[in-house]
């Protein structure tokens, strides 16, 4: 059975930097197009990066120049580098395929403030 699980998440003051990981286990990882998700409170959950099997990688304008994903195909391990952190980055973080969607695992929480 496929396992996703988030990790690298926490408190952060404005300007401040994380990255994010996702362990992927239960598929040949190196042939699917992934991506990082993210859902703040009372909203829905947005995807905000993705990197396609071959490593070329698409951001939503909220993030592009600050946020950089990345994949280790040998680690089946997906990243989220996050810099320049602002509040609005505040959410819980998930990975996840395209479509079709794998069961969600628990997320990382990212809190920006000071």
């Known amino acids: 059975q496929v396992q996703l699980v988030e990790s690298g998440g926490g408190l952060v003051q404005p300007g401040g930097s994380l990255r994010l990981s996702c362990a992927v286990s239960?598929?040949?990882?190196?042939?699917?197009?992934m991506g990082w998700y993210r859902q703040a409170q009372g909203k829905q959950r947005e995807l905000v990066a993705t990197i396609i099997s071959s490593g070329g990688t698409i951001y939503a304008d909220s993030v592009k120049g600050r946020f950089t994903i990345s994949r280790d195909n040998a680690k089946n391990t997906v990243y989220l580098q996050m810099n320049s952190l602002k509040p609005e980055d505040t959410a819980v973080y998930y990975c996840?395929?395209?479509?079709?969607?794998?069961?969600w695992g628990q997320g990382t929480q990212v809190t920006v403030s000071s």
């Open positions: 239960g598929i040949i990882f190196s042939i699917y197009h």
């Open positions: 996840n395929r395209l479509s079709s969607f794998y069961p």
